[in-house]
């Protein structure tokens, strides 16, 4: 038997995002995905249990150039609005889910309670996450999938740095 300790130093490290893809759960099909084709993004996990997610659009249109940090009352609030749509990043504790068979390639995370959240009501959340870890050519993947209001979101992501 795995114990939990070994599976968190297992998936420590920060990852890229490589691709999210969305299916309709009642229809069985693929619909766009709020990053587009090519997202950008980084989600770190600690051997301590502390985890952060960064991810957002590079679809040129969801990127404004008309505006920059920190927001001034002259921006337009529709460049604000393509942002906030178009990202999400948040960051808290993380562990696993006691009641599901866990392992070093498979099982179920616990995001949070989430800390901080672009998203207000994300906050003191707890989200699960199922994943799996897959080598390929000498890389190490992270599918991280969830299932919410009938949609399933699949998020790959490559590891860059191990933890």
């Known amino acids: 038997m795995v114990k939990p300790t070994d599976i968190v130093h297992?998936?420590?490290?920060?990852?890229?995002?490589?691709?999210?893809?969305?299916?309709?759960?009642?229809t069985?099909?693929?619909?766009?995905s709020t990053w587009g084709?090519?997202?950008?993004?980084?989600?770190?996990?600690?051997?301590?249990?502390?985890?952060?997610?960064?991810?957002?659009?590079?679809?040129?249109?969801?990127?404004?150039?008309d505006i920059r940090w920190p927001p001034k009352d002259a921006d337009p609030?529709?460049?604000?609005?393509?942002?906030?749509?178009?990202s999400l990043s948040y960051a808290g504790t993380f562990s696993l889910n006691a009641s599901v068979?866990?392992?070093?390639?498979?099982?179920?995370?616990?995001h949070g309670p989430i800390r901080t959240a672009s998203v207000p009501v994300m906050i003191n959340e707890t989200q699960a996450r199922?994943?799996?870890?897959?080598?390929?050519?000498?890389?190490?993947?992270?599918?991280?999938?969830?299932?919410?209001q009938g949609l399933r979101s699949e998020i790959w992501w490559r590891r860059i740095v191990k933890g």
């Open 130 to 148: 199922y994943y799996t870890v897959a080598e390929r050519a000498g890389e190490v993947y992270l599918n991280v999938w969830l299932e919410s």
């Open 10 to 26: 297992a998936l420590a490290g920060t990852y890229s995002l490589v691709n999210n893809t969305v299916y309709n759960l009642t």
């Open 37 to 65: 084709d090519a997202p950008a993004g980084l989600l770190t996990y600690t051997k301590y249990g502390f985890m952060s997610a960064v991810m957002s659009a590079t679809v040129p249109a969801w990127r404004p150039t």
């Open 101 to 110: 068979a866990n392992t070093k390639t498979q099982g179920q995370l616990l």
């Open 77 to 86: 609030p529709h460049s604000w609005e393509l942002v906030g749509r178009h």
């Open 28 to 32: 069985n099909t693929q619909i766009p």
